[in-house]
C-alpha cells in the first residue's frame, strides 16, 4: 500500500495533491497518458475543459478497474495541457475523483498534442493491492532482446 507524506520542511500542498508516496508492496500499474476519447475513439467534450477533465478521469478509472484498481490506488499524476488556466479552474473535477491521502502530481503547459481538438492528457501511476488486483489474461510479458 501506498503512503502519501507532506515534509513539514516543505511547502504546504494549496490542491489535491500530496508532496511524495512511498510505494509499498503491491502491483505497481502505469497507465499511458489518457484524452478525452470515449470508447469508439470519439472526443468527448470538445472546446470545455471540464467536460475534458472528467472524460480523461473516467478512462483512468475505467482502465485502473479493469485490472481490480480503484482511484484511491493512483500514487501519481501528470497532467500535460495547452491551456493551464483553463485547466487549473476544473480542478473541482479532479477533486471529484480524489480524497486525500491525495496522489503526487506534476502540471505542465504544452504547445500542443497530437490533435488540435485534445487540450488535456493525463498519466497515472497507481499501487493496486495484491488481493485485488486482476492480471488481464491478455497480457504480454513485455522482453528485450538478446
Not at 72 to 98: C, K, P, Q, W
Not at 105 to 131: M, N
Request: hydrophobic fraction near 45%; aromatic fraction near 8%.
Amino acid at each position: 500500500m501506498a503512503e502519501s507524506y507532506n515534509p513539514d520542511d516543505l511547502w504546504t500542498p494549496f490542491g489535491a495533491f500530496s508532496m511524495m508516496m512511498v510505494q509499498g508492496s503491491g502491483q505497481i500499474v502505469n497507465l499511458k497518458g489518457q484524452v478525452s476519447l470515449d470508447t469508439a475513439s470519439n472526443l468527448v467534450g470538445a472546446g470545455d475543459m471540464r467536460v475534458l477533465v472528467g472524460q480523461v478521469l473516467a478512462n483512468i478509472q475505467t482502465a485502473l478497474s479493469a485490472v481490480g484498481g480503484l482511484m484511491s490506488d493512483v500514487t501519481s499524476l501528470t497532467h500535460y495541457t495547452t491551456d493551464i488556466e483553463a485547466f487549473m479552474g476544473a480542478g473541482d473535477i479532479r477533486n471529484a475523483y480524489f480524497t486525500e491521502p491525495f496522489p503526487i502530481t506534476t502540471t505542465i503547459q504544452v504547445a500542443a498534442l497530437y490533435h488540435p481538438d485534445l487540450v488535456i492528457e493525463i498519466t497515472a501511476s497507481a499501487e493496486i493491492p495484491h488481493e485485488r488486483f486482476k492480471r488481464p489474461a491478455q497480457a504480454r510479458a513485455m522482453h528485450c532482446p538478446v
